[in-house]
């Protein structure tokens, strides 16, 4: 390993302003989930160039294959889809596409596993386990690229996944290997209510359904404080409120929207249940009626404990212990989940510090001295297992 260990620092440092170019060349040219065609291209063109075979899938999704001498194949995922988002950065390589921009770190994820597969390719007859590369469309909007890439096959010769995200909770260079649940169902949901409405100056005479809506939506928080167990983790935010369009016209209805956030499923289940019952019940005693709609959009992303721990261990040994972090589950949503709940997965966070405030922000932007660290460390880490420390039990 002491070998390869100095071949890839070499090839990394050889190529990091290339990782740089192509993370700035995606951020430029930002495409929406299924829309992503220049980075389709793009990616093929440099894994085509290396001579890494590759395919395509899901509309704008690419794999390519590292062969090893092992028969273990592990899966290591970029997404690659922009948001609807203006940007605000002022970059010299500001998004060309107006209304649209890389405020994820998609781009940089795009550019860190082009670099991996570019460094391991160097060492690919020294790899004890091949290496399968999947970029994946449309993580930022339903219907998720994840998923359709599942149903076209894309895991049915994949043993385990690895998947990463820029985070700028973490000092820069700092990593989070978790175990068990790192970050929660995602869903949404809808509250129609429906009652009399009325003149404004006479609210005695309608049922108010905006005043229904008021006891709802304070009633709800309610469940999250008082139902559910406060060692699990659970948000519900009414994120939305319409109904009525003028001043004095008490309107017939009012339709409420918003996510639920958990960890565990068992309390997704119940916080479901318990809203709507909420919903019904607080309705009814308006004389009101309430259709609740609720959608399972993305699952909680579980790193499977035995390799999430391999994967620890091996970082450990291969990287300077001081940057393999402590932090805690993030109720963000991700797609990367059905990938976490098809075979034993680690989704790893990677520190950028918060220079460029939060994710989704028109102003966010990536540390670039971030990149060629990233992709030392997953060519490092890949480089490094061995099909026999893997635990068998695990697959």
């Not at 291209?41 to 704008?60: D, F, N, Q």
């Not at 008490?250 to 499923?265: A, F, N």
């Not at 721990?309 to 990367?336: N, Q, S």
């Not at 510090?353 to 971030?370: C, P």
Request: with cysteine.
């Amino acid at each position: 390993m002491k070998k390869l260990a100095g071949i890839i620092r070499e090839e990394t440092e050889r190529i990091k302003e290339e990782i740089i170019s192509l993370r700035r060349y995606f951020h430029q040219n930002p495409e929406l989930g299924f829309e992503e065609y220049k980075a389709c291209e793009k990616i093929s063109s440099v894994l085509e160039k290396a001579g890494i075979p590759c395919s395509r899938m899901a509309k704008t999704g690419v794999t390519g294959y590292l062969g090893g001498r092992g028969n273990v194949t592990i899966g290591l995922r970029a997404d690659m889809d922009a948001l609807p988002v203006e940007e605000k950065t002022g970059l010299p390589f500001s998004s060309a596409n107006k209304g649209l921009m890389h405020a994820c770190g998609h781009d940089g994820h795009m550019a860190v596993v082009l670099g991996t597969a570019l460094v391991l390719k160097k060492i690919e007859k020294d790899l004890e386990v091949n290496v399968k590369l999947v970029f994946q469309p449309s993580e930022e909007r339903p219907p998720g690229g994840a998923a359709a890439m599942i149903s076209q096959g894309v895991l049915d010769d994949v043993d385990f996944m690895l998947g990463f995200h820029f985070f700028p909770t973490l000092p820069l260079y700092d990593i989070w290997i978790g175990q068990g649940p790192v970050m929660a169902n995602a869903d949404f949901f809808s509250i129609k209510i429906t009652g009399r409405g009325g003149h404004g100056a006479s609210p005695h005479a309608t049922d108010d359904p905006l005043a229904c809506a008021a006891y709802l939506v304070t009633g709800l928080q309610s469940i999250v404080s008082r139902k559910i167990d406060p060692v699990k983790p659970a948000v519900i935010s009414v994120c939305g409120i319409s109904g009525g369009t003028a001043y004095n016209v008490i309107p017939e209805e009012v339709v409420l929207k918003g996510t639920v956030r958990t960890l565990e499923d068992s309390v997704q289940a119940r916080v479901r249940g318990l809203m709507e019952e909420m919903a019904e019940n607080v309705c009814r005693s308006h004389g009101c009626s309430a259709e609740f709609k609720y959608d399972t959009y993305v699952p909680s992303c579980i790193n499977d404990i035995r390799f999430s721990e391999e994967v620890r261990k091996r970082a450990l040994g291969i990287w300077d212990p001081g940057r393999i972090t402590e932090h805690h589950p993030v109720m963000g949503g991700e797609d990367f989940a059905f990938f976490s709940r098809k075979k034993p997965s680690c989704y790893i966070f990677m520190g950028i510090g918060d220079r460029f405030g939060d994710n989704h922000s028109s102003n966010f932007s990536i540390d670039e001295r971030a990149l060629p660290y990233a992709s030392e460390f997953f060519s490092y880490l890949l480089a490094g297992m061995k099909t026999a420390v893997i635990p068998p039990d695990a697959k």
